[in-house]
């Protein structure tokens, strides 16, 4: 069974600084990757996706995620922080042909500051 | 338009009572899910349905049952409800496709049970 590990439940950068947060899981075998973000008090949206080709993977508010095989890991970046990234972050895989059966980390928190 | 909606966005209920949480999509997708959120942004799926048939059913306890009437449709309806039960309860459709399934999640309806 696959499972997802976010490193942090809580990070707090300065607005303008990097953001990075881990996010590794265990399969013999590349599922499919997501990341999500979860605003106050609304539903999820898919920040970006890996399948399969390039590695690096660009997705929305100028965020992107490094598929690294060897690592088992797909860390969310973002040069520079904006007050708006403000908060809650998922990775999730996805097995192949499980039916879009989502397994989600527990979630990391971003709190920026001015 | 709401692409994923559900109805209502809060419920506070007694314990021992049952209620029902409507979701509906208007995305055309084939695949309808509903996932719990606990109190600590733990997400967790509960069940899945593709094209009206149950494709996923997680540990859940038999007071919790989905009805899906059509493929744009999924409900949710919980007997005789319990303090654990309190939690945001999320709607998702997905076009089953082969690769990854991009899930679309509505806003969530946050039940507290009393």
């Known amino acids: 069974a696959q499972s997802v590990t976010q490193l942090g439940s809580h990070v707090s950068v300065s607005e303008g600084a990097l953001v990075l947060l881990r996010c590794n899981y265990s399969s013999s075998v590349p599922p499919y990757l997501f990341w999500y973000v979860q605003y106050p008090n609304q539903g999820l949206q898919l920040l970006l996706k890996?399948?399969?080709?390039?590695?690096l993977v660009k997705g929305i508010n100028g965020f992107e995620a490094e598929f690294k095989k060897s690592e088992t890991s797909f860390h969310l970046t973002k040069p520079s922080a904006h007050m708006s990234d403000a908060a809650e972050y998922f990775c999730a895989v996805i097995e192949t042909d499980s039916w879009g059966k989502l397994q989600f980390g527990a979630g990391t928190q971003v709190v920026v500051t001015p | 338009d709401t692409a994923v909606s559900q109805t209502p966005k809060y419920l506070v209920t007694q314990m021992g009572n049952d209620k029902s949480i409507k979701c509906e999509q208007n995305l055309g997708h084939d695949t309808m899910y509903w996932y719990k959120q606990d109190s600590k942004k733990f997400l967790k799926i509960m069940f899945s349905?593709?094209?009206?048939?149950?494709?996923i059913n997680e540990t859940v306890p038999n007071r919790f049952s989905p009805k899906s009437p059509d493929k744009a449709h999924l409900n949710l309806h919980i007997n005789s409800l319990e303090l654990g039960d309190s939690a945001v309860y999320f709607c998702?459709?997905?076009?089953?496709?082969?690769?990854?399934?991009?899930?679309?999640f509505g806003a969530g309806s946050r039940l507290t049970v009393l």
């Open positions: 890996y399948t399969t080709g390039a590695t």
């Open positions: 349905y593709n094209n009206k048939e149950l494709i």
């Open positions: 998702a459709s997905s076009q089953r496709t082969p690769g990854a399934n991009v899930l679309t």
